[in-house]
């Protein structure tokens, strides 16, 4: 589906997409960026909400991931004060006051499926960012257990579990233990991956995001993930806040986008200041479809 | 702004002298060749990192930086892609200016044959919005000269405080 010429090359047809999970999926979701976990779980969660579910977020800062979510156009805080979301940190769900056990886990995530037919929910989603289990505690070896009990416990029961693993930061073989208990394998649509730069497909809000240095080099993928983000109707947002240089004709290939465009619709360019600065020297802003969108982080 | 011209360019071929000064590490040129970079499409982030670094060092304004970073790197994405497909990229300091010379040893671009001797820079296509025109606009001085041996492209950065030609807010 996705194909690139030169750089790496990422192969997505093996992975489902986060917005076709079934009602009853447990879904290993691997991230290498930060962004891409909160962005997945964002369209998890927003596609849970959407659909009238219970949702459950646990991290382990559930302040910050609200706040992130919230910037994702995905209205945590509304549906927390509704009751129809939670966000839980890592120590009050998954991990007790003793370390880890597999059976007291289960037994959360089992109380909060009950919780959620109790109160008349359809379903319910739950997130877990499982960074967690990369500290040292006692009782970590039952992970995979943990892992068979949940896919045990999804079957047939109108719960769905995302479980966010980094691919970075665990290793290989704990990867393999845990992977094959799991019904569907997720990740970011990635149309190119090197040391250099990342380019991948933003789910929420719908768009793509560009990581590190953007050059002509890399102009192909540039053009197929455009291609595919202006297909989807309605606003799309280039996210460039973790870019750091883009040259001219890249900055050229992403405003003759914006520009074939019905006026309409908008393209929102989030960059740093100094990449902002370039859009407009080079006229991105005189677009009608144009929204340049500074944001400060690096 | 453009038109700074105190000096006669150093980079000029046949006029090299200064240049020559500092390759052989001589300071009473007041010219000191700070970076010598081959690049290829490889190699291209790498030179903009090590431009980067020396620019900050030679105690340029970030703003300035990052004019100086695509600057070059257009030139250089030029060469990649219109001339040889590599280059050589020299950077050097004098009288409180960076001076980047971007060398392509392939044949000219395009056409545009100003004759012998002349500053090309002029005679260059550039479109508006395209890599060569946004060197122009950040550039405190641009010469471009071609011949046989290939095209070279000058761009000069004073490293004082001037306001950049940037964007209007």
């Known amino acids: 589906m996705v194909s690139i010429e030169g750089g790496a090359a990422v192969p997505v047809s093996a992975y489902t997409q986060v917005t076709e999970l079934s009602p009853d999926a447990h879904a290993c979701l691997t991230f290498g960026a930060p962004d891409d976990l909160l962005d997945l779980t964002a369209a998890f969660v927003r596609d849970g909400l959407a659909g009238g579910f219970r949702v459950v977020v646990l991290s382990d800062s559930p302040q910050l991931a609200a706040a992130k979510l919230g910037w994702r156009e995905v209205a945590a805080e509304a549906a927390v004060a509704a009751g129809q979301m939670v966000m839980v940190a890592s120590q009050d769900g998954l991990v007790g006051p003793q370390g880890f056990s597999a059976g007291q886990a289960i037994g959360w995530l089992r109380d909060q499926l009950a919780d959620s037919r109790r109160q008349g929910y359809a379903g319910i989603r739950v997130a877990l960012d499982m ?76 768009g793509i995001r560009l990581a590190g240095e953007m050059d002509f080099l890399a102009a192909e993928a540039l053009a197929l993930a455009l291609g595919e983000a202006i297909r989807i109707d309605g606003d799309i947002t280039v996210n460039m806040a973790s870019l750091s240089f883009i040259d001219a004709s890249s900055i050229r290939m992403i405003t003759d986008a914006a520009a074939s465009l019905d006026p309409s619709r908008t393209v929102i360019l989030r960059c740093p200041p100094a990449i902002e600065a370039r859009f407009a020297q080079l006229g991105a802003d005189r677009l009608p479809q144009v929204s340049l969108v500074g944001v400060d982080e690096g | 702004m453009k038109g700074n011209d105190r000096r006669p360019d150093p980079a000029r071929p046949g006029d090299s002298a200064v240049l020559a000064d500092a390759e052989a590490g001589r300071e009473d040129g007041e010219a000191r060749l700070a970076l010598d970079q081959a690049f290829d499409s490889g190699t291209l982030y790498a030179l903009r990192a090590a431009v980067q670094a020396h620019a900050i060092q030679a105690g340029l304004p970030e703003s300035r930086t990052d004019d100086l970073v695509i600057a070059v790197h257009e030139l250089a994405a030029n060469a990649v892609r219109h001339g040889a497909g590599a280059g050589r990229l020299r950077m050097w300091e004098r009288d409180g200016a960076l001076h980047c010379q971007v060398d392509d040893s392939g044949s000219p671009a395009s056409g545009g044959d100003a004759g012998p001797g002349g500053n090309e820079a002029d005679c260059w296509p550039f479109l508006p919005g395209h890599g060569l025109w946004l060197v122009r606009l950040v550039a405190d001085q641009i010469s471009v000269f071609s011949g046989p041996g290939g095209t070279r492209a000058t761009v000069v950065f004073s490293s004082g405080e001037e ?6 807010d």
């Open chain 1, 131 to 206: 960074s967690w289990a990369l500290r040292p505690m006692t009782g970590i070896e039952e992970l995979p257990v943990l892992e068979e009990e949940i896919a045990a416990a999804v079957s047939g029961a109108g719960m769905s579990v995302l479980c966010g693993y980094d691919r970075e930061r665990f290793d290989p073989v704990t990867l393999a233990l845990i992977a094959p208990f799991h019904s569907h394998a997720v990740a970011a649509a990635t149309y190119y991956d090197d040391p250099v730069l990342r380019i991948c497909r933003q789910y929420v809000p719908p």
């Open chain 2, 163 to 168: 306001p950049s030609v940037s964007a209007p």
